[in-house]
């Protein structure tokens, strides 16, 4: 059993598929074009924000975001340690000094008030994270930024359709004013700080067949500035006026990503019904702490906590049975080789490092197929209580 099965997806899909992949061929535009055009139209609308900016990746859709915004050496980006290198990585490949900040328990997600005590002079932007498809606190967050003058860049690699609702279930930062949740309630994230980045990777709730990327924002010259960056610093041909990136979309992934836009809702929606399954079955299981499912979480993955050092032993027993999984992140970011030894402990992340354990999720999962992973969980820890 797979810890990911897009072949339902596929199939569901495969004219409509092959259509749009025909279709890119007879133009023989490949690059940018109509189809990233078009894509970038429907994107802006869906999200319902004024600009949207196809990339190469995710990953330099967070670079070029940063460098929209001027951000570089001297500065710092408060964004944190318990997410996918590429977090920190863009703010490192900018020249700016990424700065941790620890994670609340319950959400994965940045901690509102350990960022606000580690603002200094410094400080640009905040980076928060919507891990596994949660939204961050952005209330709390956003409020912050403001009083502080500072940008904010979201990194909703892992939460494309997710909505923010506050108040934030199981958040422990303090509660944002009644007007800022007037302002932000039901709004897609991505959309809510400055600049907002997004992955297609093949597994992302939204992805691509190869890897893809996406830049919203209102502000239209942010949006400017992104467009020439993504194509060597230049909006036409030979006048190039900053040193940029070679990060166009391709139209046949614009193509593939233009079939799947209106599938998103619903897909997003079944895995919150299977998210749901999940933490019925897990209730009973001691030393298992299940994610809640909370308003607009759009479970990019399933990640439980297996308490008192039993992940490893249960990770091993569900893969005797043919179970995947994966453990979403082994070592936190400011504890990978290129950073160690120049950042101060983050225990909220080290002790979640030790615990998470991704679960098979995809929309079409069954239901049956879920009640297989969860009696093999029951029966690991039974196993190892005796």
């Known amino acids: 059993m797979p810890i990911l099965d897009l072949e339902p997806q596929y199939r569901a899909l495969r004219p409509a598929l092959q259509a749009a992949l025909e279709r890119v061929c007879g133009s023989q535009q490949f690059i940018l074009g109509e189809e990233v055009e078009a894509f970038e139209d429907e994107t802006a609308q869906y999200l319902g924000v004024a600009q949207s900016i196809g990339v190469n990746s995710g990953t330099d859709a967070l670079v070029i975001a940063l460098r929209a915004l001027g951000i570089g050496p001297g500065d710092e980006v408060i964004t944190t340690p318990f997410s996918f290198f590429a977090t920190a990585e863009a703010i490192s490949l900018v020249g700016a000094t990424p700065v941790f900040a620890d994670i609340e328990a319950e959400s994965f997600n940045l901690d509102p008030r350990q960022v606000a005590a580690r603002l200094t002079p410094r400080t640009r932007a905040l980076l928060p994270v919507h891990l596994f498809g949660r939204p961050s606190a952005m209330g709390a967050l956003l409020e912050l930024a403001e ?5 904010v860049v979201e990194d909703a690699a892992q939460a494309f359709g997710a909505r923010y609702a506050p108040p934030c279930v199981g958040c422990a930062a303090p509660a944002c004013a009644p007007a800022t949740q007037a302002r932000l309630q039901g709004r897609y994230v991505g959309t809510l700080g400055t600049l907002g980045a997004f992955s297609f990777y093949p597994s992302k709730n939204l992805g691509a067949y190869g890897d893809g990327g996406l830049i919203v924002t209102n502000d239209p010259q942010l949006a400017e500035r992104c467009r020439k960056l993504r194509s060597h610093g230049s909006l036409a041909p030979y006048r190039n006026e900053m040193l940029g990136y070679n990060s166009r979309l391709d139209a046949l992934q614009a193509a593939i990503l233009r079939v799947k836009l209106p599938f998103v809702a619903e897909w997003n929606a079944a895995r919150r019904r299977v998210a749901a399954t999940y933490r ?13 499912v909370t308003p607009g979480h759009v479970f990019h993955q399933y990640t439980l906590r297996l308490l008192d050092g039993r992940r490893d032993a249960v990770r091993q027993s569900l893969a005797e049975q043919g179970i995947g999984t994966m453990v979403y992140y082994p070592t936190p970011i400011h504890q990978l080789p290129v950073y160690a030894g120049r950042f101060p402990p ?27 992973v969860t009696s093999a969980i029951a029966r690991a820890l039974s196993a190892r209580r005796r």
């Open 147 to 151: 009083r502080h003058g500072l940008a």
């Open 280 to 292: 019925q079955a897990l209730a009973e299981l001691p030393g298992v702490v299940a994610p809640a």
């Open 346 to 372: 983050q225990p909220v992340s080290e002790a979640a490092a030790g615990e998470v354990l991704s679960l098979p999720i995809w929309p079409e999962i069954a239901e049956s197929v879920q009640l297989r």
